[in-house]
């Protein structure tokens, strides 16, 4: 069975970092394309970077420059750093595969201005 877990959210000031880590079991992660989604409550959920099998990476426009998405093959893991947060960026942040299969917990990034 295919699991995927997030964590590393919280509340961080504006302009802060925080680094989410997304860790799969059931699956080799190194063989797919992983992507982070948010998604705000009332609004539909977003793809805002994601990392090939072959570690190239694609990001939103909202979030050039400021997250990095990278993964740990050996521990089966993909990472998002996001650093100079805003208020925007707030959200449920999710792992998934592109495209998407069934959706875990996600973890929950609050920015304070």
């Known amino acids: 069975q295919v699991q995927l877990v997030e964590s590393g959210g919280g509340l961080v000031q504006a302009g802060g970092s925080l680094r989410l880590s997304c860790a799969a079991s059931g699956i080799f992660f190194s063989l797919y394309t992983v992507g982070w989604y948010r998604q705000v409550p009332g609004k539909q959920r977003d793809l805002v970077a994601t990392i090939t099998r072959g570690d190239t990476t694609n990001y939103a426009d909202s979030v050039k420059g400021r997250f990095t998405i990278s993964r740990d093959n050996a521990k089966n893991t993909v990472y998002l750093q996001m650093n100079s947060l805003k208020p925007e960026d707030a959200a449920v942040y999710y792992c998934?595969?592109?495209?998407?299969?069934?959706w875990g917990q996600g973890t929950q990034v609050t920015v304070s201005s």
């Open positions: 998934n595969f592109v495209p998407a299969r069934s």
